[in-house]
Nanobody, 118 residues
Framework: QVQLVESGGGLVQAGGSLRLSCAASGRTLSNYIMAWFRQAPGKEREFVAVITWASGGTNYANSVRGRFTISRDNTKNTVYLQMNTLKPEDTAVYYC???????????WGQGTQVTVSS
């Protein structure tokens, strides 16, 4: 239904910033909710941030609130995750995901690695 491709990951020093991008294709996103998740080695996948495409409403995990910002560009069908004041504990593979209202996250990107050094 929705093809998602992440980009923008990389290596950064603690305190630095990165912006992740998730390009979506396949259909309009007006009825979708888009989110970022992350997974560190040996740990379970965790929620990071979410945005409702139509309204632009957002919410965040407590661990990233105030440091990360999720946004979308309607003309590009792209969702972003601006990550500031990065910490080593932010190191993980970051995944973009999509779902319909009252649905499951059944569309996933391939993931992009974010590594934050001390």
């Amino acid at each position: 239904q929705v093809q998602l491709v992440e980009s923008g990951g990389g290596l950064v020093q603690a305190g630095g910033s990165l912006r992740l991008s998730c390009a979506a294709s396949g259909r309009t996103l007006s009825n979708y909710i888009m989110a970022w998740f992350r997974q560190a080695p040996g740990k379970e996948r965790e929620f990071v941030a979410v945005i409702t495409w139509a309204s632009g409403g957002t919410n965040y995990a407590n661990s990233v609130r105030g440091r990360f910002t999720i946004s979308r560009d309607n003309t590009k069908n792209t969702v972003y995750l601006q990550m500031n004041t990065l910490k080593p504990e932010d190191t993980a593979v970051y995944y973009c995901a999509a779902r319909l209202n009252s649905g499951n996250y059944d569309s996933w990107g391939q993931g992009t690695q974010v590594t934050v050094s001390s």
